[in-house]
């Protein structure tokens, strides 16, 4: 009987551990799809360039979106927003973000400026706010992922905020505006204006081809785990 026992419970830890790997593999070939979709959907939308009015930025249906837009405005007398942990090439730096307020009168929009080194001793760049009126387009976006952990932003010496992930909604008051739109605008690369920038939207992020991958060595586990199990249950039979 005691043996009869060693052998269901053995079966039954096995049955967790396959039923958790099989899970995991199935939440990374989901990822894998829902990245592979969104990276179709962006490139469909860099093909086409038919621009949407920047007040598309405050549409709370396209909030996930990527749509291309362009408008009028000014950037706003507030201070530069610098999202922290950002890699390009091999190098860390920030991602300059102004805040854009569009002539149509539409909700205000942080315009991603691009990608600026940071020296060894990690001293913040100066980022100016560009004077006058200006046209821009580029790519609405969602704001960029910052994985699991929360946002936050220290303020520096000169305004400048200094961020955790990018959280429209948490510095609207900071950047003295009363509301900011959820999306965020990717400035097309052949804009004068700016940094170093590109169009890609998983930055710092696994590419679908790494879900995949993933997907497999979790099925694999899955598997000899059951491998394992019959062939204890063979042994034990044998005896």
């Given at each position: 009987?005691?043996?009869?026992?060693?052998?269901?419970?053995?079966?039954?830890?096995?049955?967790?551990?396959?039923?958790?790997?099989?899970?995991?593999?199935?939440?990374?070939?989901?990822?894998?799809?829902?990245?592979?979709?969104?990276?179709?959907?962006?490139?469909?939308?860099?093909?086409?360039?038919?621009?949407?009015?920047?007040?598309?930025?405050?549409?709370?249906?396209?909030?996930?979106?990527?749509?291309?837009?362009?408008?009028?405005?000014?950037?706003?007398?507030?201070?530069?927003?610098?999202?922290?942990?950002?890699?390009?090439s091999g190098r860390a730096g920030v991602?300059?973000?102004?805040?854009?307020?569009?002539?149509?009168?539409?909700?205000?929009?942080?315009?991603?400026?691009?990608?600026?080194?940071?020296?060894?001793?990690?001293?913040?760049?100066?980022?100016?706010?560009?004077?006058?009126?200006?046209?821009?387009?580029?790519?609405?976006?969602?704001?960029?992922?910052?994985?699991?952990?929360?946002?936050?932003?220290?303020?520096?010496?000169?305004?400048?905020?200094?961020?955790?992930?990018?959280?429209?909604?948490?510095?609207?008051?900071?950047?003295?505006?009363?509301?900011?739109?959820?999306?965020?605008?990717?400035?097309?690369?052949?804009?004068?204006?700016?940094?170093?920038?590109?169009?890609?939207?998983?930055?710092?992020?696994?590419?679908?081809?790494?879900?995949?991958?993933?997907?497999?060595?979790?099925?694999?586990?899955?598997?000899?785990?059951?491998?394992?199990?019959?062939?204890?249950?063979?042994?034990?039979?044998?005896?």
């Amino acid at each position: 009987m005691a043996g009869r026992g060693t052998l269901v419970g053995g079966w039954a830890l096995a049955i967790v551990a396959i039923a958790a790997f099989c899970w995991l593999g199935q939440w990374q070939l989901g990822r894998q799809h829902e990245k592979q979709a969104m990276l179709d959907a962006v490139s469909a939308t860099l093909a086409s360039r038919a621009p949407l009015p920047l007040s598309a930025a405050a549409d709370p249906g396209r909030a996930r979106a990527h749509d291309w837009a362009a408008g009028e405005g000014r950037f706003a007398d507030a201070p530069a927003v610098l999202l922290d942990n950002q890699q390009r090439s091999g190098r860390a730096g920030v991602r300059a973000y102004r805040a854009f307020a569009p002539a149509s009168g539409t909700p205000p929009l942080l315009v991603d400026l691009g990608w600026i080194a940071l020296p060894g001793d990690r001293a913040l760049p100066d980022v100016p706010r560009p004077p006058g009126v200006h046209r821009i387009e580029g790519l609405l976006a969602p704001p960029p992922s910052h994985g699991l952990g929360p946002t936050g932003f220290a303020v520096g010496d000169d305004g400048t905020l200094l961020a955790v992930g990018l959280d429209p909604a948490a510095l609207s008051a900071p950047l003295r505006q009363p509301a900011l739109a959820p999306r965020v605008l990717r400035l097309d690369p052949a804009a004068p204006l700016g940094y170093a920038r590109d169009l890609d939207v998983l930055p710092n992020t696994l590419p679908p081809e790494r879900h995949l991958g993933y997907a497999f060595q979790w099925f694999a586990l899955a598997l000899a785990v059951l491998a394992t199990a019959l062939v204890l249950t063979f042994r034990r039979s044998r005896r």
